[in-house]
């Protein structure tokens, strides 16, 4: 798993109705698993909004 506590801003998970502290590794398994997570970034700098992107694109993810 990839560490997002690097990032200084709020991101949460939202699966379904559920919004979670992506942060949060017991929020995230609680989740169980899920087919699609919707990540939120709360901040309006868009460089760190490309970073983010940049960084879970190198992710693999495995089905």
Do not use: Q
Request: contains cysteine; aromatic residues 10%; glycine residues 4%.
């Amino acid at each position: 798993m990839k560490s997002i506590d690097k990032y200084n801003y709020d991101i949460d998970a939202v699966c379904g109705r559920y919004v979670i502290d992506a942060k949060s590794i017991m929020g995230l398994l609680s989740l169980g698993i899920p087919k699609e997570i919707f990540i939120v970034i709360h901040t309006n700098n868009k460089d760190v909004i490309s970073k983010f992107e940049e960084d879970i694109s190198k992710w693999k993810v495995e089905e």
